[in-house]
């Protein structure tokens, strides 16, 4: 017994992986411009700041010379580690969305 398929399946096939084809390149045409993006998060107070680059490179780190101090290396650790960490969850955060608003919602595994 043959089975048969709607006259017009081949053309929503076609409709589909055309318009998945698209998403996928708005997504990785927006990750491309997310990437050149930067992206900063201070701690202390303003007292360390960090800048890192969509690519979840560190750009910049900025330390006011009132924190820096021989006494206290581990508070100026844990205030560069929090700056930087809450940067790149930044990046985390605003790529999710950017690529949500592409796919609204559909989730397509392995593709990004």
């Known amino acids: 017994m ?8 081949n053309n929503k096939q076609s409709d589909m992986t055309e318009k998945l ?3 996928q390149a708005k997504m990785q045409e927006r990750t491309a411009e997310i990437e050149k993006m930067t992206f900063s998060a ?9 800048v890192v680059m ?17 006494d ?3 508070m100026l650790q844990d205030l560069i580690i929090s700056a930087v960490n809450e ?11 950017e690529i949500d608003k ?3 919602g559909f989730a397509i595994p392995g593709l990004f």
Request: aromatic letters at 4%.
């Open 42 to 50: 201070q701690s202390g107070g303003g007292a360390v700041e960090a």
């Open 102 to 104: 592409i796919t609204k």
């Open 54 to 70: 969509g690519n979840k490179s560190l750009h910049s780190l900025n330390i006011k010379p009132d924190v820096v101090s021989g």
């Open 72 to 74: 206290d290396i581990e």
């Open 21 to 23: 084809q698209n998403m």
């Open 87 to 97: 940067a790149l969850n930044q990046v985390d955060e605003y790529t999710d969305e």
């Open 2 to 9: 043959k089975s048969r398929l709607p006259k017009n399946f």
